[in-house]
């Protein structure tokens, strides 16, 4: 037996939350597995990992309950509704202590998909629905804003997608070449047209996108990429993992977030704001609630409107930093500052304790009570 299983039927094992909470649970001495998909070669560090192929949603399905049989830890830890209700039963049966990693609001998020129409939309708002009812039964609860349900649980705390800063490069100099940066999942609602639109109009400048392409934007892209000329200024470099990925930002000069308006988006916080931020990078983020006021309190970068004219006016932000080059100097220092007031505590290492606090439970303990929630 190890003392967490980390289980996901949704996640590559490359994903950034993912490592960043294996890093915290190996840095408390635990021993972490991590059952999920893609190339176990991307996985955390120091975990036994294992994965399986990325599959369509009735294999994802089908695999749920799998993995979490599979599972040989203490603690399940699961970070996606499907796994959760598998973790439940299992954890149930096997009287193993199970942890629901709530990091989005699932029900929303389905506007973004467009597989979420029709008969699978049904399915997924009723499996959404019912993994957060579900995850009140958890015995910790972990959500990553105050707005994410479930609002109320036993055990329930926020922890927020702050970075990691032994994920994120050092603070350095701009190169001299005006570059950008996108990572993430890339597809239109997140911004994809708008960065190329803005790169067209900001011939001084090339982007770096780190993440995969959306299958459904895949052609689109292509073709686009033919059409515009910009082969030679756009780089796409797939999936990474997040060291990978995040060195990929040294020498950048900002970090684009163009999402659209939809209603996840609009109540969310990217996580990869807090990392362009911690980074030392400016930004340019479209006029959504919540990622525009970080910005605008940061003082780290420029809101621009989303929309159909979010292209043109990153292009205008974008073309006027060449020509300023203090005012993107200033915006940098501000994410510099924000980085050193922000993210000088781990935030994980509190899941760490309460997840061992799980482990060594025994009757009549109040497990999960742990130290208290870390609240940036």
């Not at 994120?168 to 070449?177: S, T, W």
């Not at 993992?241 to 990929?248: D, H, K, L, N």
């Amino acid at each position: 037996m190890v003392d967490v299983s980390v289980v996901t039927s949704g996640h590559d094992v490359s994903d950034a939350r993912l490592h960043r909470v294996c890093a915290a649970l190996l840095g408390h001495g635990l021993t972490v597995e991590v059952i999920g998909l893609g190339d176990a070669g991307q996985g955390p560090d120091g975990a036994e990992v294992h994965t399986t192929p990325r599959g369509g949603m009735a294999a994802r399905a089908l695999a749920a309950p799998r993995k979490a049989a599979a599972a040989r830890g203490a603690v399940l830890l699961a970070l996606d509704p499907d796994s959760l209700l598998a973790s439940l039963v299992v954890g149930r049966l096997r009287r193993r202590r199970v942890v629901a990693d709530v990091h989005e609001d699932y029900a929303a998020l389905l506007s973004d998909r467009s597989w979420a129409a029709g008969w699978r939309g049904t399915v997924g708002r009723a499996l959404a629905g019912l993994a957060t009812a579900a995850a009140r039964r958890a015995d910790l609860v972990v959500v990553a804003d105050d707005h994410l349900p479930p609002l109320t649980a036993r055990h329930r705390f926020v922890l927020r997608n702050l970075p990691d800063l032994a994920m994120l490069p050092p603070l350095g100099a701009p190169d001299p070449q005006p570059r950008a940066l996108y990572v993430g999942d890339v597809r239109g609602s997140r911004g994809l047209w708008s960065m190329l639109d803005a790169i067209e109009q900001a011939p001084a400048w090339h982007l770096d996108v780190v993440g995969p392409v959306a299958g459904g934007d895949a052609d689109e892209l292509a073709a686009r990429l033919r059409r515009s000329g910009l082969d030679d200024r756009v780089r796409f470099h797939g999936r990474l993992p997040p060291r990978q990925a995040w060195a990929v930002a040294e020498g950048a000069w900002c970090g684009l977030a163009l999402l659209e308006d939809t209603p996840a988006f609009r109540a969310a916080t990217p996580s990869k704001l807090y990392e362009y931020l911690g980074c030392g990078l400016a930004v340019v983020v479209t006029d959504l609630p919540r990622q525009a006021e970080l910005v605008r309190d940061s003082g780290g970068g420029q809101v621009v409107p989303p929309g159909p004219l979010a292209g043109s006016a990153t292009a205008a932000v974008l073309n006027d930093w060449v020509q300023d080059p203090a005012t993107l100097a200033d915006r940098r220092t501000a994410a510099g500052r924000w980085r050193s007031q922000a993210l000088q505590d781990n935030p994980y290492a509190d899941l760490a304790r309460r997840v061992a606090a799980l482990g060594e439970a025994r009757a009549g303990a109040d497990p999960a009570a742990g130290p208290p929630a870390h609240r940036p």
